[in-house]
């Protein structure tokens, strides 16, 4: 690996006819937009006999979302993607360390074993061994963690030089040895040795697996001290492992060590974003190493690269003085060809982040991402900032901490057993200093990747970039049932719309800090649920009820209107298809990505928005709950099989099914008027906007009236649905008409 060469260790690609499209799309549909926004606009000043509370609540939903697809286009002005050269880099001698933050809250929700297939394999990384530390915050301090840990560290010494010696690509010792042999693309396979050696290599595993198991069946799993315990902080070696330990093989060994922070019921803990911001400081004093990979505890490293990958960005010396972060895709080792649920965000990380990465970079983006620990100071480092006082009262009272960020400091492994470490990591150390406001990853919102992102680095001049190579660098556990989505989902848009209503709002804190398109790609992550859950329930009950009323809120067939209306919907679902198709998905992904997004906007969406105007009049305050990452076997053959869970919460369903009872009955009451009254022309857009939900959600009709397994609607749900449409449209009825 030279660099005399001076080849780019990377490239970046502009697809000219992609911006070409995109821009032209952008253009038309803005004018037909503001023609349909005109007709509106104009039955103000006409007289007219349609009732003006409906055509004003309408009017509103289609000015909110021709505000969010505006937003949107920032996204598709300047889409990029990106080729890295891992060989170009220097060599090893030249590269800088590398800590890596995995985050692990509950092991009854994230399984031990999982757990420590992720440690294992960012332990397994394609890297400088004595320049690799990983680090695991167990937020409650479950001794089956720290076992598991230790055992861990014994498998990884035969696990690393295994994957070393063979070439092995995916450094998870559970998904490797439960892939077909044909996927795990092994150069050695045939070789007897190498056969005979993954024999003995796989039955150790089979008892690390069965040795952590026991722990989690005898041991404390931590629930009854996951918000009252001290902190404890151990360097996995040979001191805590039962087995004989070959000096030989832990000299090529990354460096481990388990955190768990002293929480307390009287301390706010700040969830994840307190849990990383420990780590930042207890790594600060034990490696202070330059760079640091986040990782969510259920993703582990697909490819051994990725370290050297994002070392292509970051080594750049055109890049690197504002270069904080390289974020890689979410991607999912359990995602079926039916992903009904679009737990693969297909979205998100296939069309929307290369358009980011085209402006000033994607945001923090929860894992999967290599960030330069400088950037997460904020200011208590600049250049000319000396003074010990000020730094202590940003960062707080440790000597040691602050003389990492000082520079000139050897860190030493050692720190782990004094009291100065443990101090970092107790629940008052942030008290009274800039930790979760100005240092570290920030407290104000449950999204504290969003908003740090976009608040300490994209708004202080740092850049990012965004690489998605073909091969997924890590791989996580996607959601398989519709409960686990929604609440995840839930939790996202409270966290999302904490920053919209916020003085960080990023149409007004963020316009003068980074560019236009920039702060737009901001606002609509934030902005988003609230855009949709009032748009979707508006457009999902107001022309329908005006329907069964015999009212018309759409031009009729013969004016020239209709056609802006028709180009408007016809052209933005086309468009929809256009990109599901060129990002590889298939025609019925499209079907799924139409479903999933009306019942986000109408369950996750509402509650979210709804609870973060709650926490922000102080009705409430901030929770967090863990995805559960455990499966259900029945709920994952439903899964795979394409068939939707319906076991979840009533709060989630009966908007989900009053929806859907209310458009079938007003299509039907549509269809009445259109044969027997022979109103087509004058309702055909109101007849067709309930025909469009109800076959685009027909699995919820199927859930209510066809199914009889346990993942059906309960007929109690259905029941009280019924009731709430009836009772919407008696007094919809009574007060809009």
Not at 15 to 43: E, P
Not at 397 to 425: R, V
Not at 603 to 630: C, I, Q, W
């Amino acid at each position: 690996m030279d660099q005399s060469s001076n080849a780019p260790m990377h490239l970046c690609h502009v697809n000219k006819l992609t911006i070409f499209i995109n821009r032209t799309y952008t253009v038309i549909y803005s004018v037909a937009l503001s023609f349909l926004l005109y007709y509106r606009a104009s039955f103000f000043f006409h007289d007219t006999k349609t009732p003006i509370l409906p055509s004003l609540i309408v009017f509103a939903a289609e000015l909110v979302s021709s505000f969010e697809w505006l937003l949107t286009q920032a996204y598709r002005w300047r889409p990029v993607s990106r080729t890295v050269f891992p060989e170009r880099l220097p060599g090893d001698d030249k590269l800088p360390a590398v800590d890596v933050f995995i985050c692990t809250a509950d092991p009854d929700l994230e399984p031990t074993v999982a757990v420590m297939n992720t440690v294992i394999s960012a332990m397994a990384l394609d890297y400088p061994p004595e320049k690799l530390h990983v680090y695991l915050s167990d937020d409650g301090g479950a001794d089956v963690t720290l076992n598991g840990m230790r055992e861990a560290w014994t498998f990884a010494k035969r696990w690393i030089p295994f994957c070393e010696r063979y070439k092995i690509k995916c450094r998870s010792p559970k998904a490797y040895f439960s892939a077909a042999e044909d996927e795990n693309e092994d150069g050695a396979l045939g070789v007897t040795d190498f056969i005979q050696e993954r024999q003995i290599i796989q039955e150790k595993y089979e008892v690390f697996k069965e040795r952590v198991r026991e722990y989690a069946r005898h041991g404390d799993t931590g629930s009854s001290k996951r918000r009252d315990h001290s902190a404890m902080i151990e360097v996995i070696q040979e001191s805590s492992s039962n087995h004989t330990f070959e000096e030989n093989e832990a000299k090529n060994m990354p460096l481990l060590v388990y955190v768990s922070r002293e929480k307390r019921p009287s301390h706010a803990h700040h969830f994840k974003a307190g849990a990383l911001n420990v780590l930042l400081r207890v790594s600060g004093v034990i490696s202070n190493s330059p760079f640091i990979l986040g990782l969510d505890c259920d993703m582990y490293c697909n490819d051994p690269s990725s370290a050297r990958q994002a070392m292509c960005f970051h080594l750049d010396p055109k890049l690197s003085p504002t270069l904080a972060l390289v974020q890689f895709p979410h991607k999912f080792h359990n995602i079926s060809k039916n992903d009904i649920y679009d737990s693969q965000m297909r979205e998100v990380f296939s069309v929307l982040y290369q358009g980011f990465d085209g402006l000033q970079g994607p945001c923090v983006s929860g894992t999967g991402y290599y960030i330069k620990r400088l950037s997460l100071y904020g200011e208590s480092l600049k250049d000319d900032h000396k003074d010990l006082m000020e730094l202590r009262q940003s960062v707080g009272p440790s000597n040691e901490f602050i003389k990492s960020l000082l520079g000139n400091y050897n860190p030493n492994m050692e720190m782990a057993q004094l009291a100065e470490t443990q101090q970092l990591a107790s629940c008052t150390y942030e008290d009274d200093t800039k930790w979760g406001e100005e240092a570290g990853f920030l407290y104000a919102s449950v999204v504290e990747d969003y908003f740090t992102g976009f608040a300490s680095l994209h708004c202080k001049g740092w850049n990012s970039v965004y690489c998605n190579p073909p091969r997924p660098q890590f791989l996580g556990s996607g959601t398989a049932n519709l409960n686990d989505f929604l609440v995840q989902g839930t939790r996202w848009s409270s966290g999302l719309v904490d920053v919209a209503i916020s003085k960080y709002c990023p149409l007004i804190y963020g316009l003068s800090k980074m560019s236009f398109p920039e702060s737009m790609c901001y606002a609509w992550i934030a902005i988003f649920p609230i855009c949709r859950f009032f748009s979707l329930w508006c457009l999902a009950t107001i022309p329908q009820l005006c329907l069964v009323n015999g009212i018309s809120l759409y031009p009729e067939v013969s004016n020239s209107f209709f056609w802006i209306f028709s180009f408007v919907f016809v052209s933005s679902v086309l468009r929809h298809l256009y990109e599901v198709l060129t990002t590889e998905a298939s025609l019925q992904h499209w079907i799924y990505e139409q479903r999933i997004w009306m019942m986000k906007a109408v369950t996750s969406h509402l509650y979210g928005s709804l609870d973060a105007f709650m926490k922000k009049f102080g009705l409430r305050e901030a929770s967090f709950f863990p995805t559960n990452k455990v499966d259900d076997v029945e709920q994952l053959r439903r899964y795979n099989a394409g068939v939707f869970d319906f076991q979840t919460s009533a709060h989630f369903l009966v908007p989900l099914a009053s929806l859907v009872i209310l458009n079938m009955a007003s299509l039907c009451v549509g269809i009445a008027r259109v044969i027997f009254l022979g109103e087509l022309e004058k309702l055909f857009i109101q007849v067709f906007i309930p025909f469009y939900a109800v076959v685009v959600n027909y699995p919820i009709i199927e859930g209510m009236l066809i199914r009889k397994d346990s993942g059906r609607i309960p007929p109690s749900v259905t029941l009280l649905s019924a009731t709430a449409s009836i009772i919407f449209c008696v007094l919809g009825s009574v007060i809009f008409m």
